[in-house]
């Protein structure tokens, strides 16, 4: 029996010869053969293997190359199963990574990779025997993705909306747009560089004007000072771009608004000056003598005008919301005056602003500086043209002044019923013609010489510049069809003193206040006078009372038939005047000022004459009743309450008709009265009377 010294092994060596001693001198040799057993372990080249890879690759693409694949050996009998070696990979690795050949020790992808998911990938890889039982070696693994440029910088918005007011001071910081690039940091894939850019086709000139983008940073601030009025809104495109390759882009949208301040004062438009003229008639009667326009740039309050006087004005008032400058219903004006009235149109910011305007206004005599040219149009084709009229009146007034200066103006127009003057054209119908009242000064003031006077022609000079003959023929330079085709004149005429529709009127309260006392003083002595005159003869007067402050007593006429209609159709047609409306220098109808005004008429104090009227003469009043005046001319008179007449009292109520003998009516207030043919008396019939005494005279 053999026994060994130690362990055998078979890697160390596999036999081992043995010589052997006999007893009888016999020596022999023995050869001992060691049989493998699979007890030796894989061991790997190296502890750690590290590998990189794109993360774009594709899958089954080699990771490992010959240098670098796994390399395991087996101490176990070569070219046994013990000593044959596979590779594997475990963990996270499997199905990311796979042996390529599980003998050769190659690795490669088994998906598609992203280094923004997982940069790395940290396994095992292993090495096992084909030996039984099966021993396996380890080795630790660790796969590096390199970054590609797969990434678009992402901006954290996706739109940015900011207010800002309006003038905000150059370099002040308006808003922050970061970006973010999830490819590698530190790398020129994730180095983000912003602009702006006008990425939809859109202007961006104002965002580029306006405003900067930190190319770095992404901070935007204020270029250029911003002026809400000429910029409310401003949109653009904030682009952020990487410096991978290729370059990969990001956008967002900034909507800038414009907070609008109070940075614009009121403007008066066409400029801060305006030259009102006009007459006496045209002050008093139309809403305004001129109409002032501001605008202003600001919105909202900021441009809302309120319009005053600079100073205290007595004569005229100014309509804050509308800028009319009007008459004040107490005041007047007369020919010569002249008035240079300082505008202030303030705006309703806060702090609020305003500007300065001057309202000059020249009053005219109709009769002395204004003449009137009937226009062969109608009334709403001279309405839209009356600027350009004008402008060639001052065209021809300068050409036959010889250049000097002459301005031309139109202080109202009117519509005519039908044409004085022979048409120049056979195809107008009647009635198209308007008349305009025209003026003409030689001397321009304006603004800077606003108190100076205004040097306006006569209306003789205008009629020898524009009057080719006393019948109002206008001059060749007013028939040019070139010029004033669209418009032609037919006559021109100076203004008479009657037609001027001016009626003085009182400037103090106090003047009112005493004519008005010493009128009823005159009535109240006149009605005393009466009163004791015909006393002693039983004869009683008609006093016909004012019937209010600013009326006037009527006369009385005697009334028939046809000139009662006259007499109706008077007073439907005074009342039937009505004032125009007028917000320009234009009116419909200029109504005749005679009808604006009436002058004192005295009280009649009708006596009552004994006499024999006809019986039962209905339509006719007696002359006891009412005295034959003449009626004053309707059109002189102002158009007033109507008159309150104080009835006629008979000459004595006696409840017997037996002493009267015949009837009649009254035509001013409709009633019956009795009276007798020879004695002359008369009194009024109560209504149950007036049947009796019909009868009565019937029978006779």
């Not at 699979?38 to 890879?53: A, G």
């Not at 900021?302 to 005229?316: A, R």
Request: some cysteine.
């Amino acid at each position: 029996m053999f026994r060994g010294d130690s362990a055998i092994v078979f890697e160390q060596p596999a036999e081992f010869p043995i010589v052997v001693d006999g007893q009888n001198g016999v020596i022999g040799a023995i050869l001992i053969l060691i049989d493998d057993c699979n007890d030796e372990t894989p061991i790997f080249d190296k502890s750690l293997y590290t590998w990189t890879i794109s993360e774009s690759a594709s899958i089954h693409t080699m990771i490992t190359t010959a240098t670098t694949r796994l390399s395991a050996s087996d101490r176990d009998e070569a070219a046994t199963s013990n000593s044959q070696i596979k590779y594997n990979v475990t963990g996270s690795a499997v199905g990311v990574f796979e042996m390529f050949n599980e003998d050769n020790g190659h690795v490669r992808t088994a998906a598609l990779l992203d280094r923004e998911t997982q940069a790395a990938y940290s396994f095992d890889c292993i090495a096992y025997d084909q030996g039984t039982p099966q021993l396996t070696g380890t080795a630790s693994c660790i796969v590096y993705l390199t970054d590609v440029n797969d990434e678009s910088p992402v901006f954290s918005q996706t739109s940015y909306t900011i207010t800002v007011n309006e003038n905000l001071p150059i370099g002040d910081v308006i808003v922050t747009v970061p970006a973010t690039d999830d490819d590698e940091p530190g790398n020129l894939n994730s180095e983000i560089v912003y602009s702006i850019s006008d990425a939809t086709g859109t202007d961006y000139s104002d965002a580029i004007n306006y405003f900067n983008l930190g190319s770095t940073t992404g901070i935007l601030s204020v270029r250029r000072e911003i002026d809400y009025e000429t910029t409310t809104e401003v949109i653009f495109k904030a682009i952020a771009v990487d410096k991978g390759s290729p370059a990969l882009t990001g956008s967002t949208t900034v909507t800038v608004s414009i907070v609008d301040l109070n940075d614009n004062a009121p403007v008066f438009q066409p400029s801060n000056f305006y030259h009102a003229v006009l007459t006496p008639a045209f002050a008093e009667q139309f809403p305004c003598v001129e109409t002032v326009v501001a605008t202003d740039a600001d919105t909202g309050q900021n441009g809302l005008i309120t319009y005053m006087f600079k100073n205290l004005e007595y004569k005229f008032e100014i309509y804050p919301d509308s800028g009319c400058v009007s008459l004040r219903p107490d005041q007047t004006v007369r020919p010569d005056d002249k008035f240079s009235l300082r505008v202030i149109a303030e705006d309703n910011g806060n702090p609020s602003l305003s500007t300065e305007g001057v309202v000059r206004v020249d009053v005219l005599s109709m009769d002395l500086s204004v003449v009137k040219m009937v226009v062969e149009t109608s009334y709403a084709t001279f309405a839209a043209n009356q600027e350009a009229f004008a402008e060639d009146l001052t065209t021809v007034c300068q050409q036959l002044k010889r250049g000097q200066f002459c301005q031309m103006g139109i202080i109202y127009f009117e519509r005519n019923q039908s044409s004085k003057r022979k048409k120049r054209t056979a195809t107008l119908n009647a009635g198209q013609s308007v008349t305009v009242y025209v003026y003409a000064y030689e001397n321009n003031v304006d603004l800077s010489n606003a108190e100076a006077d205004a040097n306006f022609l006569t209306a003789s000079e205008m009629l020898e510049l524009f009057q080719a003959s006393g019948d109002g023929t206008p001059t060749n330079s007013l028939q040019d069809d070139d010029v004033f085709g669209g418009y032609p004149i037919v006559s021109v005429e100076g203004v008479p003193k009657k037609d001027e529709k001016f009626v003085s009127s009182f400037e103090n309260r106090w003047i009112v206040a005493i004519a008005i006392i010493t009128i009823l003083l005159i009535l109240a002595t006149l009605a005393a006078y009466a009163y004791f005159r015909y006393k002693g003869d039983g004869t009683r007067v008609t006093v016909v009372k004012p019937s209010g402050r600013n009326s006037r007593a009527k006369p009385t006429q005697p009334v028939s038939r046809n000139n009662r209609e006259t007499s109706r159709g008077d007073e439907a047609r005074r009342r039937n005047v009505t004032a125009p409306n007028n917000t320009s220098r234009q009116q419909n109808d200029f109504p005749d000022a005679s009808k604006l005004r009436q002058k004192a008429v005295a009280p009649v104090i009708a006596p009552v004459p004994v006499g024999k009227p006809s019986v039962l003469e209905k339509s006719v009043a007696p002359k006891n009743l009412h005295d034959e005046e003449d009626k004053p001319d309707v059109g002189k008179i102002r158009e007033t309450k109507p008159e309150v007449q104080e009835k006629p009292v008979p000459t004595q109520q006696n409840s017997d008709l037996d002493d009267f003998n015949g009837m009649a009516q009254d035509p001013a207030t409709g009633r019956y009265y009795a009276y007798n043919t020879s004695t002359g008396k008369r009194r009024w019939l109560r209504t149950k009377e007036v049947e009796i005494m019909k009868e009565k005279v019937k029978n006779k």
